[in-house]
């Protein structure tokens, strides 16, 4: 194993191609808490510094535009490599999982608490490669799994699907209150 013999060779060595884009984007959003920190805390007239509601938030958002600009200066200066726009496609791609769930939570008040996580689950074990019938199974028994502990031993209050008002009377308040 050979020896870095200098903290740039050591930079070098493991530095990220998209350390760029990163840095941007952590400054970009260090100034946009930064210019809203008026609007979100207030300065109490008579009160100690360290008492102060918007002392400690300013601290820390300061601190941020502070690292996060010295972040983005340091990558403006290093050297190039290759490989940025396929790092940061890498990262996006994360995002779709965000965007899986955001249906989720949508499609759960329409189809019901059981119904969104049993689809949930199945769509998400095909979106990863589980595509047999086992594995479909295994989903929809995962679900079925988290819903009764969810609402049956832990309690958890959700709102019931509108799926559930097309079901006879002794039907609907069951799924309402169990599913």
């Given at each position: 194993m050979s020896r870095i013999k200098t903290l740039q060779d050591l930079f070098k060595r493991y530095r990220r191609p998209g350390d760029l884009v990163f840095a941007l984007a952590f400054f970009?959003?260090?100034l946009l808490l930064l210019a809203?920190?008026?609007e979100q805390t207030v300065w109490v007239k008579r009160t100690r510094l360290f008492a102060q509601p918007a002392f400690w938030p300013t601290v820390a958002i300061g601190?941020?535009?502070?690292?996060?600009?010295?972040h983005l200066i340091g990558a403006l200066v290093s050297e190039r490599i290759p490989g940025?726009?396929?790092?940061?496609?890498?990262?996006?791609?994360?995002?779709?999982?965000a965007l899986w769930?955001?249906?989720y939570v949508a499609a759960a008040p329409v189809l019901g608490y059981l119904l969104s996580t049993i689809l949930f689950c199945v769509l998400m074990s095909w979106r990863m490669g589980y595509r047999s019938p086992r594995w479909t199974g295994m989903a929809?028994?995962?679900?079925m799994a988290v819903v009764i502990l969810f609402k049956g031993f832990l309690q958890v209050k959700l709102p019931a699907?509108?799926?559930y008002e097309?079901?006879?009377d002794g039907l609907r308040g069951f799924m309402m209150t169990y599913f």
């Open positions: 970009l959003l260090s809203a920190l008026p601190a941020m535009v502070v690292f996060s600009l010295l940025r726009l396929a790092e940061v496609l890498y990262w996006v791609r994360s995002v779709e999982f769930f955001m249906a929809v028994l995962f679900a699907g509108l799926i097309g079901l006879p």
